[in-house]
C-alpha cells in the first residue's frame, strides 16, 4: 500500500500530463487498482503478481495489491463479509480451493461474476473448468491442478526387483503386491496416510469419475454403485500393509522425505517438499496412479487439492479482471512455463505442455520429464462435481469408516452409519 | 509417609511443568532449524536460527506487523480498562433501583457468542466506515472485552474500596471525576495490573475479527501473519516458529513485569 502510494506519488507528473491530454483528446484513464485475496505470498500471490508483471506490458495503467490471509481464514472472512451483504473492501479477484468451490456459488449465487461468459476458457483442463461450473456457466479461472502421481525412492522399486515401467498402467491390486514385495525387502511401507484426512480416498473416488455426493446432491452410497467399489478397493490398501500411519500434516511430509516410507500418492504440488531435500536428487521418480479394476471409465490419472481465481461480481475493477485474466491466465502458455520453472506450480492451461519448461527433464528426478508427464495426465483427470458437502461427508467418513480398517467393525455397518449421518448432515 | 507425599507432590509438579515448558521449548528449539529438519523430527538445537529470522525478515514486513499488534493491543487494553474500570466503579458505588438489572442484563449478553454477532457487526462497522481501520478492530473488542468478566471483575473489586475515602474526598470538595481519577485508581492499582494482563492477552491474540476487518497486507497483525504462514503451499516452519516466537515475547513481558501486582490483584485490591 505505502509502495503504492509512494509510487502514485512518483507518477503524479506523469498522470497530469495524462489528464490533459486524455481531456484534450475526449477520453479518460485513470490508474486501475486491482486487489486480490489468496493464501500463499511464494506461491499463488506470486503467480498473480508474474502475471500482473506480463499484462501490464500492454497496461501500463494497471496494478496489483495482494492481500494473503491463511487458506482456511480467507474462506472464513470471504464467507462472513459475503453473508454481511456488504460490498465494502471486497476485492476484485479471489482465491478458492477447488472442494469448496460449488459451496460459495451456490451460497452466494449473485456474489461471483460468470467467468466463463466472458473469458475463452476452452483451453483449460476439462476438470477445474467443470468443478466450478452451475447450471452450464462456468464461474472461475482455474488455477493450479492438483494432478496426481505416484512419488517414490526409486531404489527401494529396484531393490524388489521392480523397474520403473512395472508401476506403469496397473491397477491397485497389482500395486499392492509390488508394495508388499517392496515392503519384504527394504522393511519399508511404500505409501503414508495421516490418519485425519482422506487425500488418498479423494485421489481413488476421483480418478474412477465419482465423489462423497452425486452432482444433484445426493448421497452416493446409495445412488452410485461406484462410490462403494472405491471404497473397498481403499480398504483393501489401507488394509495391505503397505500404508504407514501418520499423526499429521508434518509427520506426513516428513515420512517420505526422511526416507522412513518409500513414497507418497498425491497432488504435484508435493514436489515442492520433496525438493526441498536437495541431498535426495536423482533418488526420485513418479509413476501414474494405479487404476481401480472393475470400474469403467476409471483412470491412471486423478487430483488431489488445487484451487481457482474467482472475479467478484461486486468489486470495484469487475472488468479489468476479468480483461486480466483472460489476457494472460486464459491463453499466455509463456507465462505457465515460466510460473513451472520458477514455482513449480502446474497451471490448468493445457498448451503449456508444448512449452520448453514441461518438456524438460528433471535431475532430481534422475531427468525423468516429470511435468510433461503430470501435463498428459492433467488432460484425462476424470469430471468430478465436489458439491457443497465434501467436509462434512469426510468427517462422517473419518468417523466411522476408520473402525473397518483396524478390524473392530464390518464395512456393511459402517458404511450405513456413515451414510445415515451423512444423510442428516446434508438436511 | 511424609517423603512420598512431597516426592509425589513434586513429581506431579514436574510432570506438569515438563507439560507447560515443553511447548516453549520446543518453539525455541524449532526457530533454531531449518524446516526440513523439524519436518523430520529433529528436536535438539540447530545453527538455522539467523537463516530463518532472515527468511521471516524478507517475506513479511516485521516492524510493521509488530507495530500493528502493539497499536492495536496498547490502545485496545488502555480503552478497555478505562471503560470497564468506570462502569464497574459506577455500578458499584451509585445507588438506583434498576442497576442491578442493567447488570443482569450486561451480563446476560456475554451469552452470547461472538459468531452470532460477527455478521451485523461487520455490516455496522462499515456503515460507519472503520472497515480496514485499527479503530474498526478496537472499538468492538473494547465492548466485547469490559463486558466480558473485566467490567464483572471490577465491580467485585470495587466492593472493598472503602466508601470512607470517597466521603472524606467529597467534603474536600473533589468532583466524581476527581475522586475515580485520583483517589480510585492509585488505590486500585493492583486491580488495574491484573486486568492489563488479561486484557492485553486477550487484545493482542485476538484473531477472528481483525481477521474479518482489515482487508490489506499493511494492516495485518501478527496472529493474522502467523495464520497465513502456516497455511503456505510449503510452509517454512523455522521462520513460523521465530514468528511464534516474536508473537510469544510481549505477553510474557508484561507478565513478567507485572507478576506481583498480578497476583496482589487476583487476591484482593484493598488490604
Known amino acids: 500500500m505505502r509502495l503504492n502510494s509512494?509510487?502514485?506519488?512518483?507518477?503524479?507528473?506523469?498522470?497530469?500530463?495524462?489528464?490533459?491530454?486524455?481531456?484534450?483528446?475526449?477520453?479518460?484513464?485513470?490508474?486501475?487498482?486491482?486487489?486480490?485475496?489468496?493464501?500463499?505470498?511464494?506461491?499463488?500471490?506470486?503467480?498473480?503478481?508474474?502475471?500482473?508483471?506480463?499484462?501490464?506490458?500492454?497496461?501500463?495503467?494497471?496494478?496489483?495489491?495482494?492481500?494473503?490471509?491463511?487458506?482456511?481464514?480467507?474462506?472464513?472472512?470471504l464467507q462472513s463479509q459475503l453473508a454481511s451483504g456488504s460490498n465494502q473492501g471486497l476485492p476484485d479477484i479471489v482465491l478458492i480451493e477447488d472442494y469448496a468451490a460449488q459451496r460459495f456459488l451456490l451460497t452466494f449465487p449473485q456474489a461471483f461474476e460468470p467467468v466463463g461468459e466472458h473469458v475463452d476458457l476452452s483451453g483449460m483442463a476439462p476438470y477445474k473448468v467443470a468443478l466450478a461450473t452451475v447450471d452450464g456457466t462456468a464461474y472461475s479461472m482455474p488455477f493450479d491442478s492438483g494432478v496426481t502421481g505416484v512419488f517414490y525412492h526409486r531404489a527401494d522399486l529396484e531393490a524388489a526387483?521392480?523397474?520403473?515401467?512395472?508401476?506403469?498402467?496397473?491397477?491397485?491390486?497389482?500395486?499392492?503386491?509390488?508394495?508388499?514385495?517392496?515392503?519384504?525387502v527394504t522393511g519399508k511401507d511404500f505409501l503414508v496416510q495421516p490418519f485425519n484426512r482422506t487425500d488418498l480416498l479423494r485421489l481413488m473416488l476421483q480418478s474412477a469419475g465419482t465423489w462423497y455426493t452425486t452432482p444433484d446432491g445426493a448421497v452416493s452410497l446409495g445412488a452410485d454403485p461406484r462410490f462403494r467399489k472405491v471404497v473397498e478397493e481403499y480398504?483393501?490398501?489401507?488394509?495391505?500393509?503397505?500404508?504407514?500411519?501418520?499423526?499429521?500434516?508434518?509427520?506426513?511430509?516428513?515420512?517420505?522425505?526422511?526416507?522412513?516410507?518409500?513414497?507418497?500418492?498425491?497432488?504435484?504440488?508435493?514436489?515442492?517438499?520433496?525438493?526441498?531435500?536437495?541431498?535426495?536428487?536423482?533418488?526420485?521418480?513418479?509413476?501414474?496412479?494405479?487404476?481401480?479394476?472393475?470400474?469403467?471409465?476409471?483412470?491412471?490419472?486423478?487430483?488431489?487439492?488445487?484451487?481457482?481465481?474467482?472475479?467478484?461480481?461486486?468489486?470495484?475493477?469487475?472488468?479489468?479482471?476479468?480483461?486480466?485474466?483472460?489476457?494472460?491466465?486464459a491463453g499466455d502458455s509463456d507465462f505457465y512455463a515460466d510460473i513451472l520453472a520458477d514455482k513449480g506450480a502446474v497451471g490448468s492451461l493445457l498448451a503449456a505442455r508444448h512449452t520448453a519448461a514441461y518438456d524438460a527433464p528433471d535431475p532430481f528426478f534422475a531427468d525423468q520429464k516429470i511435468w510433461a508427464d503430470f501435463a498428459d495426465w492433467l488432460g484425462v483427470v476424470p469430471e468430478v462435481n465436489f458439491g457443497v458437502f465434501t467436509f462434512e461427508a469426510e468427517a462422517a467418513f473419518l468417523a466411522y469408516v476408520p473402525d473397518v480398517i483396524r478390524g473392530d467393525a464390518a464395512l456393511d455397518d459402517a458404511l450405513e452409519t456413515y451414510e445415515r449421518r451423512l444423510t442428516q448432515a446434508i438436511r | 509417609?511424609?517423603?512420598?507425599?512431597?516426592?509425589?507432590?513434586?513429581?506431579?509438579?514436574?510432570?506438569?511443568?515438563?507439560?507447560?515448558?515443553?511447548?516453549?521449548?520446543?518453539?525455541?528449539?524449532?526457530?533454531?532449524?531449518?524446516?526440513?529438519?523439524?519436518?523430520?523430527?529433529?528436536?535438539?538445537?540447530?545453527?538455522?536460527?539467523?537463516?530463518?529470522?532472515?527468511?521471516l525478515v524478507t517475506t513479511n514486513n516485521v516492524p510493521e506487523i509488530l507495530y500493528n499488534s502493539f497499536k492495536v493491543?496498547?490502545?485496545?487494553?488502555?480503552?478497555?480498562?478505562?471503560?470497564?474500570?468506570?462502569?464497574?466503579?459506577?455500578?458499584?458505588?451509585?445507588?438506583?433501583?434498576f442497576k442491578d438489572r442493567v447488570f443482569g442484563g450486561l451480563l446476560l449478553l456475554m451469552s452470547i457468542p461472538f459468531a452470532a454477532l460477527m455478521v451485523p457487526l461487520f455490516v455496522l462497522t462499515g456503515k460507519i466506515g472503520l472497515i480496514n481501520t485499527h479503530i474498526g478492530v478496537i472499538l468492538p473488542s473494547v465492548a466485547a472485552l469490559s463486558l466480558l468478566f473485566i467490567m464483572f471483575y471490577f465491580r467485585q473489586a470495587t466492593i472493598a474500596f472503602p466508601?470512607?475515602?470517597?466521603?472524606?474526598?467529597?467534603?474536600?470538595?473533589?468532583?466524581?471525576?476527581?475522586?475515580?481519577?485520583?483517589?480510585?485508581?492509585?488505590?486500585?492499582?493492583?486491580?488495574?495490573?491484573?486486568?492489563?494482563?488479561?486484557?492485553?492477552?486477550?487484545?493482542?491474540?485476538?484473531?477472528?475479527?481483525?481477521?474479518?476487518?482489515?482487508?490489506?497486507?499493511d494492516k495485518k497483525t501478527i496472529t493474522l501473519a502467523i495464520s497465513s504462514l502456516g497455511t503456505q503451499q510449503l510452509p517454512d516452519y523455522g521462520a513460523l516458529m521465530v514468528a511464534t516466537i516474536l508473537a510469544t515475547l510481549p505477553t510474557l513481558l508484561i507478565f513478567f513485569v507485572l507478576q506481583r501486582q498480578f497476583v496482589q490483584g487476583m487476591l484482593g485490591a484493598v488490604k
Open chain 2, 1 to 55: 509417609m511424609r517423603s512420598f507425599r512431597t516426592l509425589a507432590t513434586y513429581g506431579f509438579l514436574g510432570v506438569m511443568a515438563f507439560v507447560s515448558v515443553f511447548p516453549f521449548a520446543w518453539m525455541i528449539i524449532g526457530a533454531t532449524n531449518t524446516s526440513a529438519d523439524i519436518i523430520k523430527g529433529r528436536s535438539w538445537p540447530g545453527s538455522a536460527l539467523a537463516e530463518n529470522l532472515s527468511t
Open chain 2, 73 to 97: 493491543a496498547i490502545i485496545g487494553t488502555a480503552l478497555t480498562l478505562l471503560v470497564a474500570s468506570m462502569a464497574g466503579y459506577g455500578f458499584e458505588v451509585f445507588k438506583s433501583r
Open chain 1, 6 to 77: 509512494l509510487k502514485s506519488t512518483g507518477s503524479l507528473g506523469a498522470m497530469l500530463t495524462a489528464g490533459a491530454l486524455s481531456l484534450a483528446a475526449g477520453t479518460a484513464s485513470a490508474e486501475t487498482m486491482l486487489t486480490v485475496w489468496s493464501w500463499d505470498p511464494n506461491f499463488n500471490g506470486d503467480s498473480m503478481q508474474r502475471a500482473m508483471a506480463r499484462y501490464q506490458a500492454e497496461h501500463p495503467d494497471v496494478s496489483l495489491v495482494v492481500a494473503d490471509f491463511g487458506k482456511d481464514a480467507l474462506e472464513q472472512k
Open chain 1, 235 to 329: 480398504i483393501k490398501v489401507m488394509t495391505s500393509g503397505i500404508v504407514q500411519d501418520a499423526a499429521g500434516w508434518t509427520e506426513y511430509v516428513g515420512a517420505f522425505t526422511s526416507h522412513d516410507v518409500s513414497g507418497v500418492a498425491t497432488g504435484a504440488w508435493i514436489t515442492a517438499a520433496i525438493k526441498a531435500n536437495a541431498d535426495q536428487a536423482g533418488e526420485w521418480a513418479v509413476a501414474p496412479i494405479p487404476r481401480i479394476d472393475g470400474i469403467e471409465g476409471a483412470v491412471h490419472a486423478s487430483n488431489v487439492g488445487g484451487s481457482s481465481w474467482y472475479v467478484m461480481a461486486e468489486g470495484p475493477n469487475t472488468e479489468v479482471a476479468l480483461d486480466f485474466l483472460n489476457d494472460v491466465w
Open chain 1, 161 to 184: 526387483g521392480f523397474a520403473q515401467d512395472d508401476l506403469v498402467g496397473i491397477t491397485w491390486d497389482r500395486f499392492i503386491e509390488i508394495g508388499q514385495s517392496v515392503e519384504a
Open chain 2, 163 to 217: 466508601s470512607e475515602l470517597r466521603d472524606a474526598a467529597r467534603v474536600d470538595g473533589l468532583k466524581e471525576w476527581q475522586i475515580f481519577a485520583f483517589i480510585y485508581m492509585p488505590v486500585m492499582k493492583s486491580t488495574y495490573a491484573a486486568a492489563t494482563i488479561i486484557v492485553f492477552m486477550a487484545q493482542w491474540n485476538s484473531y477472528l475479527w481483525p481477521l474479518i476487518v482489515l482487508q490489506t497486507n
